[in-house]
């Protein structure tokens, strides 16, 4: 089993290198908790605000006892959750279609959980969560696509 956790400091107790699930908010740039800050709903800093919406991601050495021996997908996640509205519990294929039917013309600044779920990337704040859906992972009537910006492949 491998040792590779979340490699990230908890804005809550500040401890590092998070194992089992790292919480990232979808509203701030740089802001994780823990699992145990998480459920105690720990509040730290100015700009964090107790009603924004967390993307709860797993580390690899949970997803492999979770999937016990199958095959484990590429994203840090299984279900999603809409960073404008804070509805959970979304595919990925469902969230690109609410995102783009629901909020596309929303200007909420925000993070994709797609793109935060993907292993190594580097998320950052959104001008329009409908838009960013529809052109980099699919459309509403599209496979979603995981083709991160910077990314050449078609």
């Known amino acids: 089993m491998s040792t ?14 998070l194992p089992r ?12 908790l823990c699992e145990a800050c998480h459920e105690n709903k720990v ?9 924004h919406p967390f993307q709860c991601l797993v580390d690899i050495p949970t ?13 840090e996640a299984d279900s999603f959750t809409c960073p404008v509205c ?8 469902d969230l690109v279609k609410h995102a783009v039917n629901d909020h596309k013309a ?6 994709c959980p797609l ?4 292993h190594g990337s580097d998320p950052h704040l959104l001008d329009n969560i409908g838009t960013h859906m529809s052109h980099i992972h699919g459309s509403a009537d599209r496979t979603v696509r995981f083709d991160l910006p910077g990314n050449d492949e078609g």
């Open 4 to 17: 590779v956790y979340w490699n990230v400091f908890c804005s809550g107790c500040r401890a590092q290198n």
């Open 21 to 32: 699930y790292r919480f990232k908010c979808l509203r701030c740039a740089n802001y994780d």
């Open 43 to 51: 509040v730290t800093g100015a700009e964090h605000k107790p009603d």
């Open 63 to 75: 997803k492999e006892l979770l999937f016990a021996g199958e095959p484990i997908p590429t994203l």
């Open 86 to 93: 804070s509805t959970r519990g979304h595919s990925a294929d």
């Open 106 to 111: 929303d200007s909420t600044k925000v993070i």
């Open 115 to 118: 793109c935060v779920a993907v």
